[in-house]
């Protein structure tokens, strides 16, 4: 999905959230927005795809605040309440696909940046998929091997393990987390800190720190899991960004909320709709 003229003004918030949180000292992170901003002025496409930009903003960030984790003290708050969250939501049919799906969908409701108890109100809510593909996922994952889980950001880890868990009784799933921080995104310190690294079993990363996957930086390791994967869970709009620039092979499970005009437009959904896409 290539960037909209929408997209310019979500990468200018993204420069000033990520400064003002990266630094307390006001003459570097003036310099770290003056920059990264110079960033997005001088990059901005229609043509791009905007993930590519906003790891431009973030790598910018870090070098001009040095520090390497902006959000880490964001980060850690959503794993608690995202704990918190997925102990008070029950998981209804427990040992159903869907149950479990709709469980993980409710997830990518978390942002650090709503109050909470518009986010508790949604998670509590009532989950249809306004694109529903769960039935030809499901046909799909029986006859398939190996799957590729692309997580999403540092909360929904506890929302996807009942989902890995079920997929795990037909296939061998492989949880896929950045391989150092960007954004609030899962990496491999944020699943100990949440105390499931265990549970998870098998863990490998993208070898990049860029919101969902740009594939001219991942790993050789990423690149050949991803085109050997039977099936691949892509978790969130980041890596629907990314991903669907892809040819379609009717292998990728797009799994997400629709949180921004542009990703819904794309999808043909409302604007805060939930997908479950085979593509």
């Not at 910018?60 to 969250?85: C, F, G, S, W």
């Not at 492989?174 to 265990?198: C, F, I, M």
Request: aromatic letters at 8%; proline letters at 3%.
């Amino acid at each position: 999905m290539k960037a909209s003229k929408d997209c310019y003004e979500c990468l200018e918030r993204l420069a000033y959230q990520a400064a003002e949180l990266a630094t307390d000292d006001e003459h570097t992170r003036a310099s770290a927005i003056e920059q990264s901003l110079k960033v997005l002025s001088e990059d901005f496409s229609c043509d791009k795809v905007s993930i590519v930009i906003a790891t431009k903003i973030h790598d910018v960030v870090k070098d001009v605040t040095q520090n390497p984790d902006p959000y880490r003290h964001m980060k850690d708050k959503e794993i608690a309440v995202a704990r918190e969250l997925s102990s008070e939501e029950r998981l209804d049919n427990r040992n159903s696909f869907l149950g479990c799906l709709k469980f993980a969908a409710l997830g990518n409701a978390i942002d650090f940046f709503r109050p909470l108890d518009d986010t508790r109100k949604d998670i509590k809510g009532r989950l249809d998929f306004t694109v529903d593909h769960s039935r030809e996922f499901k046909a799909k994952l029986e006859t398939a091997s190996r799957v590729l889980y692309l997580a999403d950001n540092a909360g929904e880890v506890f929302f996807d393990l009942p989902l890995i868990k079920w997929m795990r009784q037909l296939a061998d799933v492989l949880y896929v987390v950045k391989a150092s921080p960007v954004q609030n995104d899962v990496t491999v310190e944020e699943v100990r800190r949440a105390g499931l690294e265990n549970e998870l079993r098998r863990i490998m990363t993208t070898g990049t720190a860029t919101p969902g996957i740009d594939f001219s930086l991942a790993s050789a390791e990423f690149k050949c899991e991803f085109a050997a994967a039977d099936l691949i869970f892509a978790k969130g709009m980041g890596y629907y960004e990314s991903i669907s620039e892809l040819p379609a092979e009717g292998r990728v499970f797009y799994c997400l909320k629709a949180k921004c005009r542009p990703v819904a437009d794309s999808l043909g959904v409302p604007l805060d709709g939930y997908v479950a896409m085979l593509r």
